[in-house]
């Protein structure tokens, strides 16, 4: 993984700490993304023997002799985990499909597997061709064949099967809701499942085969029905929590559309009449791997800072709220450490938090999280030195063209000889023009192929690093 405008990050002070630490925080966040890219993974975890005909998954194994292998996929990582299974497999004869965000499928250059671009975050017709293709690969699937399945998160809008009479439109529509709404991507995973034919475990029932599941999470816990919606994993949720979380955030009398509203009201008389949902089924041709999450990249992280020498401290990988709070309260965090700590001091945390959107503005949970962090250090005049950096480990934050936003000292210094009013902007959600006029301060670093949440580091000090 790249930055592409790392000159500009570093060059916009010429203090050597600020610079120091702007090129520590950016490293380390490379890292944590690197620790995470799903090639080289799949190439650890995978093996085959071509003597034995076994295929070995860690310590594993399931025989592919006389049985007919399946790769199937979707979500922003499975493009770097389908060249692996391409070169890991390569004596083998195998059909397959995977869906990867659009642009990307010159980047993967497969031979066997067939690769489809889909859009991303929101569903479409193209989408829900796609999935079609994928469902009539797998008619062909028998009892005896193994099926190796690629899933990660950005899954759940590129497998597209919604429940009739809901429309592909309707689809969109509920998606822009729920995006918009500030609610959490366990939230809108739950109500994505009921909605759909293939979410929640049904895809699982619809493949007669062995199924092994590789899977890269992006959601908090790591659960894994949650991830992608989870279309090979068992649910555990029901149609009526699917309706009280749309209560919760007064969206099931507005904005949804009427036939979301009539399949998730079906879905919860099926459930009291059936009462299936008290044991939830065990999908026992299914074995599922949970391979990359913000856990590894944080871990990544610490061990390198560890080696550099640098006292580091470890948050958490669960952080979640709305950006607007995240950011508030890690600065009274890092201010209350600076207060215990005189030496510098590494603060590593991974999550991902939420935005509700008011405005049409350009931007991301990364960079509001970072205008927050911004806004209480200046008006509580905080005195501390300090570098922030909040990105997502896919290179994309929110609707903007940026991975997240890279602050400090300098940064502070900007804001208050521009005046700029940063409510303006926090209320428009158009935090990337807000770091635009700053200069200095937005990452690009386009997308990773791989994606784990987000990550947060902080850098603070009293005078000097070292």
Same mark, same amino acid.
């Given at each position: 993984?790249?930055?592409?405008? $790392? +000159? ?38 995978? &093996? ?82 796609? %999935? ?45 809701? #729920? ?33 092994? %599941? ?117 600065? &009274? ?7 215990? +700590?005189?030496?510098?001091? #590494?603060?590593?945390? !991974? ?11 350009? !931007? !991301? ?18 005195? $501390? ?25 300098? %940064? ?13 902007? #926090? ?22 192929? %791989? ?16």
């Amino acid at each position: 993984m790249e930055v592409k405008n $790392f +000159n500009e990050l570093t060059s916009i002070t010429s203090d050597p700490i600020e610079v120091k630490a702007r090129k520590l925080l950016i490293n380390l966040y490379k890292t944590a993304v690197d620790a995470v890219d799903p090639y080289p993974i799949l190439q650890h975890l995978l &093996r085959y023997d071509s003597e034995e005909k076994l295929l070995f998954v860690n310590d594993d194994q399931y025989s592919v002799e006389s049985r007919k292998l399946w790769i199937l996929g979707a979500g922003k990582a499975v493009g770097g985990m389908a060249v692996a299974i391409e070169e890991i497999l390569n004596d083998l004869d195998y059909q397959g499909i995977v869906c990867v965000p659009e642009d990307l499928k010159i980047k993967f250059n497969l031979k066997k597997i067939l690769c489809l671009e889909s859009t991303h975050p929101f569903p479409s017709e193209i989408n829900e061709l796609n %999935t079609q293709k994928v469902l009539k690969l797998i008619n062909q699937i028998s009892s005896d064949d193994l099926v190796i399945a690629l899933i990660s998160g950005g899954g759940s809008s590129m497998w597209v099967a919604p429940k009739s009479p809901i429309s592909v439109q309707d689809l969109i529509i509920l998606n822009q809701v #729920l995006i918009n709404s500030g609610m959490s991507i366990h939230e809108m995973n739950l109500i994505r499942k009921h909605v759909s034919e293939i979410k929640g475990g049904k895809l699982a029932h619809k493949i007669s085969g062995e199924v092994i %599941t590789i899977i890269l999470s992006d959601v908090i816990g790591d659960k894994l029905e949650n991830i992608a919606s989870g279309p090979l994993i068992s649910d555990s949720s029901t149609s009526n929590e699917a309706r009280l979380i749309l209560k919760k955030y007064t969206l099931w009398n507005k904005g949804i559309p009427n036939s979301v509203k009539s399949v998730i009201k079906n879905g919860i008389n099926n459930e009291i009449a059936e009462k299936s949902k008290e044991k939830p089924l065990v999908l026992n041709n299914v074995h599922s791997y949970l391979v990359g999450s913000n856990k590894i990249a944080c871990k990544a992280i610490l061990s390198k800072a560890k080696k550099m020498g640098l006292n580091s401290l470890f948050l958490t990988d669960k952080l979640e709220g709305e950006a607007k709070w995240v950011g508030k309260i890690l600065a &009274r965090i890092y201010s209350g450490l600076m207060e215990e +700590n005189k030496a510098p001091l #590494l603060i590593v945390s !991974g999550g991902e938090s939420t935005v509700q959107v008011h405005g049409g503005g350009i !931007g !991301g949970r990364n960079q509001e999280v970072a205008a927050a962090l911004l806004n209480e250090y200046s008006s509580k005049k905080l005195v $501390f030195k300090f570098a922030f950096l909040s990105a997502g480990t896919d290179g994309i934050d929110g609707n903007s063209s940026y991975a997240g936003a890279l602050i400090d000292n300098k %940064t502070i210094d900007i804001y208050g000889e521009k005046r700029l009013i940063l409510e303006n902007y #926090l209320a428009q959600n158009d935090t990337s023009s807000f770091f635009e006029k700053i200069g200095g301060s937005v990452l690009l670093t386009g997308p990773t192929g %791989t994606n784990v949440m987000d990550i947060q580091l902080a850098i603070i000090y009293l005078d000097k690093l070292s």
